[in-house]
């Protein structure tokens, strides 16, 4: 992960640590490193520290330890006006006694910039939001998505090449706010700039970006794209953090060509992938994304090892069906399957028997 | 204030409510008065020997005689007079007098001759200044100075001299006495005095006078301030009545002394509220009786260095209460004190205080 | 239900008009209010609007004169004053018998009064012939001229009857014009000699030092509504209670510590003299003077100025600064553009609630203040406490209200009341 000889780095982060009671560590031994132009998502719960990472980049916060390096030069003793980053706020933090002009005009200001010259990127930076009719509004007599889209371009409007943003989408509704993960996308991937983006919504993460950083107790638990975050997550908390998750208990009996045999604390055996697991006798957590879960006889492969479970619950959720089953005493077991013509209903009572690809399921820490 | 004023007319109106017959006399009693030494000596000197005869009354004080006009006034234009015996200067029962807010008085029908047999009228002589005017006291308003950061001044004039008597001065914050004092000053002879100041002219020469030192003087408009400000020192010398100099000097041991030049003699005494239920008037000119007879304004000098108004007490003034010196020599009306007094003009400043007030407050306010 | 398409009102269910309808309705709603607030109103119109009502009526209130002296009024109607000669007879009659019902009734001293204060001197003829006056027989005593000069030479003087014209009506502008240092002359409002002239200066006096003592508020309450407002809260509740703590203790208290803290013989005198900043012989003036009054107004009102600036800044979100930060801004420009002007209603608020209160300040500049340090309002308890001049009193009080209304009516155009903000 962390490689201080990359010489694409842009954005690095070097052992570093953060403590603000001199108690507690709220950020463990951080190291990051990410190329220019890439969209990354810093994912997590809340207190995971992963807003304060952003402010520590920001510079509104100063590391306890360690070096943050920003086109290879370290910015711990640069106050964040000299930084050049752009920022956007979960609030929008837009001016409320400016107006949507005055607010993106401001950050030229300080640069001291021309009035012909500042009028014009401004004008151009409304477009790109397609606000361009606004300008002389306050920011109250904007809605949330409007003022969303005017607190990116302030930041953007003075040309940073690292932008941050910290949960700019928090506040709006859904459909708003898939719109806007979408824009945000493109406009980044359009101008060329590096992003870090603060959620703690993972659908966010998945779907904007390049790479994910999940976050969690202090340290990075994984980073990776986000098909691989979710496909191949490497220990049982991104595993239960990204997506919906099925996890089962057992033992590692055996491994053989990649493949772990796990028995069940109730006896049964199951085939999975090792991924955090080396050795017979290793208690180990099973994990098994619900829509990879097959219970149509015909289509499980040969020879492998299937389970039984009862059929609980059948909920219709349109474009899928998920059903509750009961698997290995475990009653929370999801199946998710889609709806398509052929799709059997299953009715709660049904006893079935269950199965999967064993590169599905991962053998992850206990 | 007004409610207390309230409250306290219905508990006059309430005791007094079984008096069917005009000589019935109430049994609750509002003096006011001054507060401080002087209220005390009153209540040593009258209260407790008439309460003593008396056990049934009830007697209240209240500190308003400062503002005694006024609230009169307003008691009087809200029909709703809540006092019964008020202590007034000379010059406000004039005014209360010609207002018709006090009560005109037989003085001899209702106050106690002498003990050899000489009537009110005669044993008071020309302190009745005016018709309600009941005189307890002569006091006057004279200087004292630190004996220990100035030479003894042996003239009034001493104010004016900065150069002899460097420091500061306090004086009342008023034109009486300190216009007499600057024309005296200036070479006007004392019986002209009220002639000039009765000009543009005149009142002209006294400001310039005044203007001299008005750079060097602290504006009093209490009588406790002068004591206060020439103990820590703030002032060398300044002018307040006698009594708070007496007790400054002899009860506290400053090192202050007097200086009785040019004195002004002033006098202090009680009027009645014009318009009292019959009941409460019975009681008031009961108490009033007493409490001016010679023998009770000679017994109020053991308290106080304030001279009893009547001829007859003059030689009965003995020694101080708790001090035990004789109390004759610390009389304003002393023969070695009155040596030389500015007689102070009611009838004069009655006609012309509102106009000299006007051009004194601008003077100051310059 | 009605169709609404049809013409004519909208009727209700039963009928009855919708509009008629909703008012009965809501008339109950209103009852119930009103009758909810009937004690808070009674009181502000017993002991706020009508005193103030009165107050006003006061300054221009001139009864007196016609009430006192009705036959001479109307005497002197067809009198000349240009003519500087005394009126006929009959005037003298007109006031021989007004006197004479006046002094048994104890009212000739009120009218006195009143015209004292426009001709000094006045006061004492009017006394002094109305004792006397009392023995007389007005049917059967004429002439009344020579006898009233004689009585009295006062009479005499044309001057006198001038002033008892002039200040015939039932209103007079005497007060107000007095007020303004003006007076009733031959020729209209003049001004006063030179020697009388003290209320204007008072008055800018007043205006001047209470926007001294507003802005020394501002810059010494800023800094602590910020630090209030951004400290934990913990920390920011013990600062809070620290800034209330004066209001524990009597106005009266707090002056005259002051007192001894600055006069010259004062603790804060002692020690600069005692560390040699200051020589002995010439200790610092701070009391007694505007200086002394300022120092200890700002004090005094100090709280009044930091508790809207905090409620206002409470409110200001810190990623507003952090985001002006981050677009390039220091420190100081992300305050100066940012944080300052949302603060503004604050300022506002505060800065109004301060100069009223000073504006109408008495105790502690009567007390501090000198000569020098004195406001205008002194003048006006001096009127009505000791003076006895309730009339000026009330005009100037009537123009003090008036020139803080101007000022208010200034503030809402150049900042916008809307821009105040109390919490």
Not at chain 1, 48 to 59: D, I
Not at chain 1, 183 to 190: C, G, K, N, V, Y
Not at chain 1, 215 to 222: E, T, V
Not at chain 1, 336 to 345: E, G, I, L, V
Request: hydrophobic residues 45%; contains cysteine.
């Amino acid at each position: 992960m962390a490689d201080a000889s990359n010489v694409d780095a842009f954005v690095e982060f070097e052992r570093v640590q953060k403590s603000y009671d001199g108690e507690n560590l709220v950020v463990k031994d951080l190291n990051l490193t990410m190329p220019k132009g890439e969209f990354l998502t810093m994912l997590g719960p809340s207190g995971s520290g992963k807003t304060t990472c952003l402010m520590m980049l920001a510079g509104f916060e100063t590391a306890t330890h360690g070096d943050i390096r920003l086109d290879g030069v370290s910015i711990n003793n640069i106050p964040p006006h000299k930084r050049g980053i752009g920022m956007v706020f979960q609030n929008y933090a837009l001016f409320p006694h400016m107006t949507i002009a005055e607010n993106l005009s401001f950050p030229l200001e300080v640069r001291k910039m021309g009035k012909s010259e500042r009028e014009e990127k401004v004008k151009r930076a409304l477009d790109m939001v397609e606000m361009g009719a606004f300008g002389g509004r306050r920011p109250s007599q904007l809605s949330g998505g409007q003022q969303q889209r005017i607190a990116l371009a302030r930041a953007l409007v003075f040309e940073p090449e690292l932008v941050l943003m910290d949960e700019p989408l928090g506040a709006l509704d859904k459909q708003l706010r898939e719109k806007m993960q979408f824009e945000i996308t493109h406009l980044a991937h359009r101008l060329g700039i590096t992003v870090v983006y603060v959620t703690h919504d993972q659908t966010e993460a998945l779907t904007m970006s390049d790479r994910v950083a999940v976050f969690d107790d202090g340290r990075i638990q994984q980073i990776a794209p986000p098909d691989q975050l979710y496909e191949s997550p490497e220990n049982s908390f991104v595993a239960q953090f990204i997506g919906e998750n099925n996890t089962l208990e057992g033992t590692v009996k055996e491994i053989n060509n990649g493949v772990a045999l796990v028995q069940l604390d109730d006896g049964e055996l199951i085939d999975c992938k090792p991924v955090n697991v080396s050795r017979p006798g290793e208690r180990t957590r099973v994990s098994i994304r619900p829509e990879r879960v097959e219970y149509n006889k015909e289509r499980l492969q040969e020879g492998v090892h299937t389970l039984k479970a009862e059929v609980l619950e059948f909920i219709y959720m349109g474009d899928i069906f998920r059903t509750r089953l009961r698997v290995a005493g475990n009653d929370e077991f999801i199946i998710k399957t889609r709806n398509a013509p052929d799709q059997t209903r299953l009715q709660p009572g049904q006893q079935i028997e269950i199965g999967w690809l064993p590169e599905d399921c991962r053998a992850l820490d206990a | 204030m007004k409610l207390s004023k309230l409250s306290a007319l219905a508990v006059t109106t309430a005791l007094c409510a079984p008096s069917a017959f005009a000589e019935e006399m109430a049994n609750e009693l509002t003096l006011v008065s001054w507060g401080g030494a002087y209220e005390n000596s009153q209540h040593k000197a009258y209260v407790e020997p008439y309460l003593a005869a008396n056990p049934d009354v009830k007697i209240t004080w209240s500190q308003s005689a400062a503002e005694a006009v006024a609230k009169i006034r307003a008691m009087n234009e809200a029909g709703n007079v809540t006092w019964d015996l008020v202590d007034v200067v000379a010059s406000d029962s004039m005014r209360l007098c010609d207002e018709g807010l006090a009560e005109e008085l037989d003085h001899d029908g209702i106050l106690a001759a002498a003990p050899d047999g000489t009537s009110a009228t005669d044993d008071f002589g020309d302190l009745i200044v005016s018709d309600c005017f009941v005189p307890q006291i002569v006091y006057s308003t004279t200087f004292g100075y630190r004996t220990d950061l100035i030479d003894q001044p042996d003239t009034v004039c001493a104010i004016f001299d900065t150069e002899k008597y460097p420091g500061k001065r306090s004086l009342q914050k008023r034109p009486i006495d300190n216009m007499e004092w600057a024309l005296y000053c200036d070479g006007v002879a004392k019986d002209d005095i009220y002639d000039v100041l009765g000009t543009d002219e005149g009142v002209a020469q006294a400001l310039a006078k005044l203007d001299t030192i008005k750079d060097d003087v602290v504006w009093w408009t209490a009588g406790a301030e002068t004591p206060q400000l020439l103990a820590d020192g703030e002032v060398v010398m300044g002018s307040t009545f006698n009594g708070r100099l007496f007790s400054a000097i002899a009860e506290q041991g400053q090192p202050i002394g007097m200086l009785w030049d040019m004195q002004s003699f002033d006098l202090d005494g009680w009027i009645i509220p014009a318009g009292l239920p019959a009941d409460r008037r019975a009681r008031v000119l009961d108490f009033l009786k007493f409490a001016t007879d010679t023998q009770r304004l000679a017994d109020q000098a053991k308290y106080i260095s304030y001279g009893p108004a009547r001829a007859s007490s003059a030689p009965l003034v003995g020694k101080h209460a708790d001090l035990g010196i004789d109390m004759a020599p610390h009389m304003p009306t002393d023969p070695a004190n009155a040596s030389n007094v500015h007689v102070y003009d009611y009838e004069w400043w009655a006609d012309n205080r509102d106009d000299l007030d006007a051009k004194f407050q601008a003077w100051l306010a310059k | 239900m009605t169709d609404i398409s049809q013409s004519g009102p909208v009727l209700a269910a039963d009928g009855t008009p919708l509009k008629r309808s909703l008012a009965r309705a809501l008339r109950l709603q209103k009852m119930r209010a009103l009758l909810l607030i009937a004690p808070l109103l009674l009181f502000i119109l017993l002991t706020f609007i009508l005193p103030v009502a009165d107050m006003l009526y006061r300054s221009v209130d001139n009864r007196i004169v016609q009430d006192v002296l009705p036959r001479t009024v109307q005497a002197l109607e067809d009198w000349d004053p240009a003519s500087n000669q005394l009126p006929e007879e009959a005037a003298f009659a007109a006031l021989a018998a007004d006197l004479k019902e006046a002094a048994n009734a104890k009212t000739h001293t009120k009218v006195a009064k009143r015209l004292n204060y426009e001709n000094p001197g006045m006061a004492s003829v009017f006394r002094k012939s109305g004792r006397k006056i009392k023995k007389w027989d007005v049917e059967n005593d004429g002439p009344y001229r020579e006898r009233l000069i004689d009585l009295n030479k006062g009479w005499g003087d044309v001057e006198l009857w001038k002033t008892i014209k002039t200040y015939s009506g039932i209103r007079t502008s005497g007060y107000f014009l007095n007020a303004v240092d003006m007076q009733l002359g031959a020729d209209g409002a003049e001004m006063r000699p030179e020697n009388e002239r003290i209320y204007n200066t008072m008055l800018i006096r007043t205006m001047r030092m209470s926007l001294i003592i507003t802005f020394s508020c501002i810059l010494l309450g800023y800094p602590v509504a910020w630090l209030l407002a951004n400290l934990p809260a913990s920390k920011a509740n013990l600062l809070l209670i620290l800034v209330l703590l004066p209001f524990w203790t009597s106005l009266l208290v707090r002056t005259s510590a002051w007192k001894i803290l600055l006069q010259q013989q004062g603790v804060i005198n002692d020690t600069l003299v005692w560390i040699g900043l200051v020589d002995d012989a010439n200790r610092l003036v701070l009391i007694n003077n505007e200086l002394g009054t300022i120092i200890a107004m700002t004090h005094i009102l100090l709280p009044f100025m930091i508790l809207p600036m905090y409620s206002v800044m409470q409110t200001i979100n810190p990623t507003y600064m952090r985001a002006a930060k981050s677009m390039g801004a220091t420190d100081w420009t992300a305050f100066w553009r940012v944080y300052f002007p949302q603060s503004v209603p604050g300022i506002g608020a505060g800065s109004i609630l301060v100069f009223i209160l000073a504006v109408g300040y008495y105790i502690t500049p009567a007390l501090v203040g000198g000569t020098k340090g004195t406001f205008i309002s002194n003048l006006i308890a001096y009127h009505i406490s000791t003076s006895g001049n309730w009339g000026l009193g009330a005009a100037l009080g009537a123009i003090l209200l008036a020139v803080v209304l101007l000022l208010y009516w200034v503030y809402d155009k150049i900042v916008g009341i809307d821009n105040v903000k109390l919490g």
